[in-house]
Nanobody, 121 residues
């Protein structure tokens, strides 16, 4: 059974930092892009950052560029999101996602349950 389990969320003051983790288990994630999304109350889910499991290539939303860093540890099968200089507008539930980019038709994507980040002003 494939599982993505997020942790590390919490309450932090503006300007503070948090590191989110996503423990991935149940399969190998070769040919997957690992991503963080977030959803604030009353808003649509939005892309935050991504990293290729194989190559390590990263992409960021403009709103977090320079403040957030995504990384993965292949040995621990864990995805991370280091978040610095957090602002109230970063308050959201953060979700871990594994998106398949290989050649096997029907290979599913996966989502975690989310972890809440609250930034106070």
């Amino acid at each position: 059974q494939v599982q993505l389990v997020e942790s590390g969320g919490g309450l932090v003051q503006a300007g503070g930092s948090l590191r989110l983790s996503c423990a991935a288990s149940g399969r190998t994630f070769t040919s997957y892009t690992m991503q963080w999304f977030r959803q604030a109350r009353g808003k649509e889910r939005e892309f935050v950052a991504s990293v290729s499991w194989n190559s390590g290539t990263t992409y960021y939303a403009d709103s977090v560029k320079g403040r957030f860093t995504i990384s993965r540890d292949k040995d621990k099968s864990t995805l991370y999101l280091q978040m610095n200089d957090l602002q109230p507008e970063d308050t959201a539930v953060y979700y871990c996602n594994a998106e398949y980019h290989g050649l096997k038709r029907g290979t599913p994507d996966y989502w975690g349950e989310g972890t809440l980040v609250t930034v106070s002003s």
